[in-house]
C-alpha cells in the first residue's frame, strides 16, 4: 500500500476506497438476488436459502485470507453482516431467541445470523422450539452449556421430546454487569438475574452483597427489566441490556471465571450438508447391561473419532434408564461416521442423530 505524507491525501484514499467498497458490496448483493431467481426456477416453492454450511465455508475463508491489522474475529464479523444482508434480500427470516430484548441469547443470535433477521423472543426455551415447530420461526438459538455451570437441562430435554434438527453452535463470552439505578451497589437489597447468572457470580456477590436477597428471572434481560421500576433492587446483565432498560452500569465483569462462555445451539427443521469443518451430536439410549456403553463407545476410539461431550439424562420413561446426549467431530455422512452410525443403531434400544452442523467459528 502507497504511504502517505499528509492527513488530507489518506482522508481522499479512504473516500476513494469507500465508494470502490460501496460498488462492490451493491455487486455483491446483485449476485444474491440472482442467486435467489435460479433458486426460485429451479425448486418452485420447496426453496432453500440459507446455506449454514456455504455461509461457514465464507467465514472460514475470509478468515484463512486474513493478513490483518484486522482481527479474524472482526472479518468474521463483518462479513457475516454482508451476507445477513444480502440474505435479507432473498428471503426474510425469522428466528425466535430466549427474550426479552437484552438476552445473552439475543447477542447469541445475532452474532450467529447478523443483524439483517426478524429476531423473534420468546419467554421460555420450549416456547422457542414451539415457534420453530408451528412454522412462527424458522430457526430457534437456545443455550446449551455454560463453561462453569454445566449443561441447560432444560434445552436438552427439549432436544430429546423434539423433532427439531441442531443446525448450527455459536460460542458467546459472557460479561455479568450488575445494573440499577442506586449511586452505590451496596445499597441494594436484592439482586435479580437467571439462576445460571447468580450462580456463576456467586462468590463475588457473597464478597460484596453478602445481606442481599437473591431472586431468579426467567432471563437476565426480564430481571434488568424488572429492576428499572424497583428502588433498591440491582439486576445482572449485560451492558445492551443497562442500555434498553435504562440502567446504569454499577460495577463491570463480576462474573468469578473471566473465561466465562456459553455456547448455543441453533435448531430447525433443515438438515445442513458437510461444511468440512462438522460437529454431530446424537442422541443414544445403551443397553442396560454390564459394559453396555463401553462397547457403545469403542467404535468411536477404534476410528479416532473425538468425543467432546458425553451427557446423561433420564428417560422419564423406565427406572434408572438414562438417555446419553454425545458430541463428536465430524458429520453424518463422513463415511467412517456414517458406518458406525449404522452399526451403534442396529445396536441399541434407540440412535437418533440430533444434528450434524458446522463447528462454531
Known amino acids: 500500500m502507497k504511504t502517505f505524507t499528509s492527513l488530507p491525501e489518506i482522508r481522499e484514499e479512504i473516500d476513494r476506497i469507500d465508494v470502490e467498497l460501496l460498488a462492490l458490496l451493491t455487486a455483491r448483493a446483485q449476485c444474491s438476488l440472482q442467486v435467489a ?6 425448486d418452485g416453492d420447496d426453496v432453500t436459502f440459507y446455506r449454514p454450511e456455504r ?19 472482526t472479518v468474521t464479523r463483518f ?26 441469547t439475543h447477542a447469541a443470535a445475532i452474532k450467529h445470523f447478523g443483524s439483517s433477521v426478524m429476531l423473534e423472543p420468546c419467554e421460555s426455551i420450549d416456547l422457542i422450539f414451539r415457534a420453530v415447530e408451528v412454522g412462527d420461526a424458522r430457526f430457534g438459538v437456545v443455550p446449551v452449556e455454560n ?34 439505578n442506586l449511586d452505590d451497589f451496596s445499597q441494594a437489597n436484592s439482586v435479580h438475574a437467571h ?21 431468579n428471572a426467567s432471563s437476565n434481560a426480564a430481571a434488568a427489566e424488572r429492576v428499572h421500576g ?13 442500555e434498553r432498560y435504562q440502567l446504569s452500569v454499577l460495577q463491570h465483569n463480576i462474573e468469578d471465571v473471566t473465561n466465562n462462555t456459553t455456547r448455543f445451539f441453533v435448531v430447525g427443521k433443515q438438515a445442513v450438508p458437510p461444511s468440512g469443518n462438522d460437529s454431530t451430536s446424537l442422541l443414544v439410549s445403551a ?27 433420564p428417560s422419564k420413561n423406565n427406572l434408572w434408564e438414562y438417555y446419553f446426549l454425545i458430541d463428536l467431530d465430524g458429520h453424518q455422512e463422513d463415511p467412517v461416521l456414517a458406518t458406525i452410525l449404522k452399526e ?18
Not at 462479513?79 to 445473552?104: C, D, K, N, Q
Not at 454445566?150 to 436438552?156: K, R, S, V
Not at 445460571?196 to 462468590?203: D, E, H, V, Y
Open 147 to 180: 463453561s462453569t455451570e454445566g449443561m441447560i437441562n432444560h434445552t436438552l430435554d427439549m432436544l430429546i421430546t423434539s423433532d427439531l434438527l441442531i443446525s448450527g453452535e455459536s460460542r458467546l463470552r459472557i460479561e455479568h454487569n450488575l445494573l440499577g
Open 79 to 104: 462479513y457475516r453482516e454482508i451476507i445477513s444482508s444480502s440474505l435479507a434480500l432473498e428471503e426474510p427470516m425469522t428466528v425466535a431467541y430466549l427474550g426479552p430484548e437484552g438476552t445473552f
Open 37 to 42: 431467481d435460479l433458486k426460485k426456477a429451479a
Open 344 to 361: 451403534l443403531a442396529s445396536e441399541t434400544h434407540l440412535m437418533r442423530v440430533l444434528g450434524s452442523y458446522p463447528s462454531a467459528l
Open 230 to 242: 424497583l428502588d433498591r433492587a440491582v439486576a445482572i446483565a449485560s451492558v445492551a441490556a443497562a
Open 287 to 313: 443397553s442396560h447391561k454390564p459394559g453396555g456403553l463401553r462397547r457403545m463407545l469403542t467404535p468411536f476410539e477404534d476410528a479416532g473419532i473425538s468425543l467432546t461431550r458425553i451427557e446423561s439424562r
Open 195 to 215: 439462576p445460571q447468572s447468580l450462580a456463576q457470580c456467586r462468590n463475588w456477590l457473597a464478597a460484596n452483597l453478602p445481606g442481599a436477597e437473591l431472586v
Open 55 to 73: 455461509e461457514a465455508q465464507i467465514l472460514r475463508r475470509m478468515a484463512a485470507l486474513n493478513e490483518g491489522p484486522l482481527s479474524d474475529e
